[in-house]
């Protein structure tokens, strides 16, 4: 166990200090930030429209999503990607992949350090990017942090780690199996775009109306907008889809889970309570099991193959 809180410590150190990664995490700081700053000036603006709605930044509770915490699974996913091929083909590269598969060093030690390391790097950027772009809308929005408020940041923080360490181990996947960086870089963008809802819609229309000059006709899914919309929440080909792939599954539980706005419209002119967060929780526990499911089913896969297949 010390020699894997080692390579746990020398991984993190190596994760910090890398050039891409740094730019990773800048690129994702000063969107989220931005991004918080638009919902700032939007929530603003609709306050200046119509100062008699009270706590207006709940009419706009999607933007929580749309702005600041969806980022993490577009660019964070990405960061996450980055350090996956850092972790086993920048060794490799390097050559210090097989100094280190020299010492007495079981290969469970290895891959557990190195898992360690990189789950330690992405709480960390997860962590500073909410706690900074929510630190901003509840200073200049007036959201008083209370409990409830406090424990959905937590809880969608926590949830973006689970999915930045399913990519984070995606990728040592794809590293461990391809030699080329070029295929794996590939690979990896392949992946994330095929487990996008509109990459994978726009591919399925495709196919179907391939399929239609041949006579098959088959039935496409409706159209359903996401930005500022919530008719694709209730978009059945939406809800099936997102128990497939945890990039959606994300991001409907963190929608989900700052949907502050009470149902009734004229509730928004008072001071009516939102549902509460363990209300809210018992509703979302299968998108939560989602993104366990496909999180430890990556360690796992990942695990096998660090642990089965010469890395060197």
């Not at 933007?63 to 990405?78: A, N, P, R």
């Not at 390391?117 to 992405?122: E, H, M, P, Q, R």
């Amino acid at each position: 166990m010390n020699r894997a809180l080692i390579i746990a410590k020398k991984e993190f150190k190596d994760h910090v200090s890398d050039h891409t990664f740094l730019l990773s995490f800048a690129t994702l700081l000063i969107v989220m930030v931005g991004g918080a700053f638009f919902m700032i000036q939007y929530v603003q603006w609709g306050t200046f429209r119509d100062p008699k709605i009270v706590d207006i930044w709940k009419e706009y509770d999607v933007l929580f999503t749309e702005l600041v915490t969806g980022q993490l699974s577009s660019i964070g996913v990405l960061l996450a990607a980055a350090m996956s091929i850092s972790a086993i083909q920048k060794e490799r590269s390097d050559g210090s992949l097989k100094v280190l598969l020299s010492y007495p060093l079981y290969r469970d030690n290895l891959f557990m350090g190195k898992l360690v390391g990189g789950v330690l790097v992405l709480s960390l950027v997860a962590t500073v990017s909410m706690v900074i772009s929510f630190s901003l809308l509840i200073f200049y929005l007036s959201i008083p942090l209370n409990l409830d408020f406090l424990l959905r940041i937590l809880f969608t923080t926590f949830a973006a780690v689970m999915l930045l360490v399913f990519f984070l181990c995606v990728g040592m996947i794809i590293s461990s199996i391809l030699n080329d960086t070029t295929s794996i870089l590939l690979g990896l963008v392949l992946i994330i775009a095929l487990l996008r809802y509109e990459t994978f819609k726009v591919i399925l229309v495709a196919a179907i109306n391939l399929l239609s000059h041949f006579g098959l006709r088959l039935q496409k899914p409706g159209f359903h907008p996401r930005f500022l919309e919530r008719d694709v929440w209730y978009d059945p080909f939406y809800r099936n889809f997102c128990r497939l792939s945890p990039i959606e599954s994300y991001l409907k539980l963190s929608e989900r889970t700052f949907h502050l706005q009470c149902d009734s419209i004229s509730s928004i002119y008072d001071a009516s309570p939102v549902t509460p967060f363990q209300e809210l929780l018992g509703a979302n526990l299968d998108l939560l099991a989602v993104q366990i499911i496909f999180t430890f089913a990556a360690v796992a896969a990942c695990y096998y193959i660090s642990t089965r297949r010469e890395l060197g």
